[in-house]
T-cell receptor, first 107, second 113 residues
Framework: GIQVEQSPPDLILQEGANSTLRCNFS?????LQWFHQNPWGQLINLFY???GTKQNGRLSATTVATERYSLLYISSSQTTDSGVYFC?????????FGAGTTVTVRA | EAQVTQNPRYLITVTGKKLTVTCSQN?????MSWYRQDPGLGLRQIYY???????DKGDVPEGYKVSRKEKRNFPLILESPSPNQTSLYFC????????????FGPGTRLTVT
C-alpha cells in the first residue's frame, strides 16, 4: 500500500505563530485530503487537494503531486487550531492515513 | 444538515457478546467506509462499500462484518468481540463526482473487557 509520512509528529506553538506541516507519500495518487481532529475527537475535512494550492481563511495547502508531498500552512494560530492534523492519500475512494501531527497552541 | 451519524457513541461490552454499530448518512453518497483509530497508528480502514450490496475488505477486516442493504446505512458488526478490538471507530461517507471529499461521523468509542 501507499506509505504516508507526516512531519513533525508534534508541534507546540504560541498563539499567533505560523507553522507548516508536511506530508510525504510513496506513490502517485489522485486523492489527497487534510483533516483536523479536534480535542473532542471530531474529524473535519479541511482540504481536498490532489494538486495545486487552496486557501481557506488562515489555513492553506499546497500539493506537489510530481514530487509526492503536500504542505499544510497554519497562519496566526489560535488555541482552537489545537488537535491532530491528518494527511490521507490514495486513489479514487480508497485512502491511507498518515500517523498525524499533534499541534498544541498555547495562549 | 448534511451529516453522518453513528450509534452508540460509547459502548462497553464483554468478550464474545455480539454488537452492531450503526452508521447513517443523509448526503446520498454511494461510497461509505469504516475505520478504526488506535494511538500512534492513525486511521486504518476496516471495510468499505461502493454501493448497495457491494462491500469489500479494507486493511484490517479480521473480526468484523458489514452490510449495505440501503444506500444511507452501513452498519459494522462484531460477532464475537475481543479486547484487541477496543478502539475508536469512525464511519465515513464520500462524495462522488469531481472530488472525493470524505465526511466522518462523530466516532464510537468501544471497550471490550
Amino acid at each position: 500500500g501507499i506509505q504516508v509520512e507526516q512531519s513533525p509528529p508534534d508541534l507546540i506553538l504560541q498563539e499567533g505563530a505560523n507553522s507548516t506541516l508536511r506530508c510525504n507519500f510513496s506513490d502517485s495518487v489522485n486523492n489527497l485530503q487534510w483533516f483536523h481532529q479536534n480535542p473532542w475527537g471530531q474529524l473535519i475535512n479541511l482540504f481536498y487537494i490532489p494538486s495545486g494550492t487552496k486557501q481557506n481563511g488562515r489555513l492553506s495547502a499546497t500539493t506537489v503531486a510530481t514530487e509526492r508531498y503536500s504542505l499544510l500552512y497554519i497562519s496566526s494560530s489560535q488555541t482552537t487550531d489545537s488537535g491532530v492534523y491528518f494527511c490521507a492519500v490514495g486513489n479514487d475512494y480508497k485512502l491511507s492515513f498518515g500517523a498525524g501531527t499533534t499541534v498544541t497552541v498555547r495562549a | 444538515e448534511a451529516q453522518v451519524t453513528q450509534n452508540p457513541r460509547y459502548l462497553i461490552t464483554v468478550t464474545g457478546k455480539k454488537l452492531t454499530v450503526t452508521c447513517s448518512q443523509n448526503m446520498n453518497h454511494e461510497y461509505m467506509s469504516w475505520y478504526r483509530q488506535d494511538p500512534g497508528l492513525g486511521l486504518r480502514q476496516i471495510y468499505y462499500s461502493m454501493n448497495v450490496e457491494v462491500t469489500d475488505k479494507g486493511d484490517v477486516p479480521e473480526g468484523y462484518k458489514v452490510s449495505r442493504k440501503e444506500k444511507r446505512n452501513f452498519p459494522l458488526i462484531l460477532e464475537s468481540p475481543s479486547p484487541n478490538q477496543t478502539s475508536l471507530y469512525f464511519c465515513a461517507s464520500t462524495s462522488t463526482g469531481k472530488a472525493y471529499e470524505q465526511y466522518f461521523g462523530p466516532g464510537t468509542r468501544l471497550t471490550v473487557t
